[in-house]
């Protein structure tokens, strides 16, 4: 079988990569040169990136102003039209990537197919709160997905748990490329999926699998 392997950058924004974002994972701007280094990579190997991102209004049940809980909700971030809703420029999408609302709606399957990148946008922290996720997946057929970004406990371990109910290809988690909130549940998490299965590698090893050159 010929391996299809599909970069899945979680959430990499403003609000949560930078001390200045509105709700910072700690050590995330550390990650910023290994970030820097699987997009490049990916591009210069054609394969495609899928780019997650909150896309949030004042009005989500994920967004309280006081009180949040740090579980179901979390102050206002990644505000729709704000800077801490864009992208760091490591990872900042390509002209001409394909947007997916998130609802879903007017999804285009034959645009995602010949996409080079995809941006999935999403009101919860679990991506697959998006109807389209699955059909993206469907549609991109990987039989390897890395993944990527911020933060370990929350978004990313949706995307993961996600991937894993799928049951349907590779899972690999770029430990030098991933920042948690808490980072002893993000070392759990680790554990427990290398437990079921998903493989960690650091950066460089996940570039060495794929072929590209050292940088």
């Not at 970030?35 to 990136?49: C, D, E, K, P, S």
């Not at 979390?74 to 801490?84: D, K, M, Q, V, Y």
């Not at 996409?115 to 009101?123: D, F, M, Q």
Request: aromatic share 6%; hydrophobic share 45%; net charge negative.
């Amino acid at each position: 079988m010929t391996t299809r392997t599909l970069f899945w950058d979680v959430d990499t924004q403003v609000d949560f990569m930078l001390p200045s974002g509105l709700l910072h994972v700690p050590g995330a701007e550390l990650l910023l040169p290994n970030l820097g280094q699987l997009t490049a990579a990916a591009r210069g190997l054609g394969l495609t990136i899928v780019h997650t991102a909150d896309d949030h209004e004042l009005s989500d049940a994920e967004i309280s102003s006081d009180g949040a809980d740090f579980v179901e909700t979390f102050p206002p971030h990644c505000l729709r039209g704000t800077a801490g809703a864009e992208r760091v420029a490591e990872t900042a999408p390509r002209r001409g990537a394909v947007e997916i609302p998130w609802d879903g709606s007017g999804l285009d399957l034959d645009a995602v197919r010949s996409a080079r990148e995809v941006v999935i946008l999403k009101k919860r922290f679990d991506v697959f709160s998006n109807p389209a996720t699955p059909e993206v997946l469907d549609a991109l057929g990987p039989t390897r997905v890395v993944v990527y970004g911020v933060a370990l406990d929350v978004c990313n371990r949706y995307a993961v748990e996600g991937m894993l109910r799928r049951g349907e290809f590779e899972i690999t988690v770029v430990e030098d490329a991933v920042a948690a909130i808490d980072k002893e549940r993000g070392e759990e998490l680790l554990r427990a999926w290398r437990f079921r299965g998903v493989v960690t590698l650091s950066t460089a090893a996940v570039l060495a699998t794929c072929g590209a050159p050292a940088p």
